[in-house]
């Protein structure tokens, strides 16, 4: 059984969702929060295997929450095509990101993909945020002084990546998802200009963005 815990402030978003147990019985509704108080509570409460919400929790509740529960997959509904919301999303660790025009056969079939460790984010998205990473930041990607550009997320990667961690203990030392890891590894090894981990770190070394 799949325990699964909704925050959304869209009423019709929310008796969406309350159907999904409805349409398959894998899935159990533990609770529904429409404000960040009740959230929070029912998070603690039941530790749920999924959570599908309209917000993303500032870094410093997430963090909190991820210590008491490092197993949740946040599922996020947004705007696919807004940048800022989908790379804040990335960046906070979600597994997925769904229209809030997706059906239910959509979302029960995200549910279970991400709950074997699986995102889903739209290829067209993924493809304009890893030209344009540094969005969050504010950074621009041009190069300075010979040296690539890369959002603070990234230079912290590429540093665990200098300490020999694979992706996997990168994801736990960061508290962030093993896929949002893979997005920031692609993401250095393309503005490097290099195609494996060692040479994006010898590459960083020589560029003086990191210290072996």
């Given amino acids: 059984m799949i325990s699964v815990l909704i925050f959304a402030v869209d009423a019709k978003l929310a008796c969406k969702l309350e159907q999904l147990q409805q349409q398959d019985s894998d899935i159990s509704i533990v609770g529904i929060a429409d404000d960040q108080r009740s959230f929070f509570r029912l998070v603690d409460g039941f530790g749920p295997h999924v959570i599908l919400t309209q917000r993303v929790p500032s870094e410093e509740q997430l963090g909190k929450l991820r210590a008491r529960h490092k197993g949740a997959a946040w599922v996020l509904f947004a705007d696919p095509e807004s940048e800022r919301a989908s790379l804040e999303a990335l960046n906070a660790g979600a597994s997925a990101i769904l229209p ?10 995200t549910i279970k993909m991400v709950v074997k460790g699986v995102a889903i984010f739209p290829q067209k998205l993924l493809t304009t945020l890893s030209n344009r990473a540094e969005i969050v930041s504010g950074r621009s990607g041009e190069p300075d002084g010979g040296r690539p550009r890369l959002s603070e997320r990234e230079r912290i990667v590429l540093t665990a990546m200098a300490d020999g961690l694979s992706n996997k203990q990168i994801a736990r030392r960061l508290e962030i998802s093993f896929h ?14 290099v195609e494996t981990r060692t040479e994006a770190v010898i590459k960083a070394a020589q560029l003086g963005l990191v210290m072996l």
């Fill in 180 to 193: 949002t890891v893979k997005f920031h590894v692609a993401s250095i090894l393309e503005k490097l200009e």
């Fill in 100 to 109: 809030i025009s997706a059906n239910l056969v959509e979302i029960i079939a």
